[in-house]
Nanobody
Framework: QVQLVESGGGLVQAGGSLRLSCAAS????????MAWFRQAPGKEREFVGG???????YSTDSVKGRFTISRDNAKNTVYLQIESLNPEDTATYYC?????????????????WGQGTQVTVSS
């Protein structure tokens, strides 16, 4: 079955940066879009961006310019580089694999999810 394992989260001061990784197995990684979501305490899970199988990336307006998504198909890994972190970025970050080649933002299009990695930003 599909397994997604996130890593790279932690406690960071405001203004800092992090790179999250998501290692995938059990699927033909290069054939599917991948996405990152986040969920803050008491809030709904939020799509922040993703990358299609062809490498086209998208990030939401709220994080555009600070979040960069990339993938390495040779390593079956997708990355989320986060710059200029602020306390509002504090959340559990999840990667998800799509059932499609193209990127969408609907949770329904992502049948497989990682366990999440916690990002905490101190002010």
């Amino acid at each position: 079955q599909v397994q997604l394992v996130e890593s790279g989260g932690g406690l960071v001061q405001a203004g800092g940066s992090l790179r999250l990784s998501c290692a995938a197995s059990g699927l033909t990684f290069s054939s599917y879009a991948m996405a990152w979501f986040r969920q803050a305490p008491g809030k709904e899970r939020e799509f922040v961006g993703g990358i299609s199988s062809g490498g086209h990336t998208y990030s939401t307006d709220s994080v555009k310019g600070r979040f960069t998504i990339s993938r390495d198909n040779a390593k079956n890994t997708v990355y989320l580089q986060i710059e200029s972190l602020n306390p509002e970025d504090t959340a559990t970050y999840y990667c998800a694999s799509s059932r499609l080649k193209t990127l969408t933002s609907s949770v329904a299009d992502f049948p497989s999810w990682g366990q999440g990695t916690q990002v905490t930003v101190s002010s």
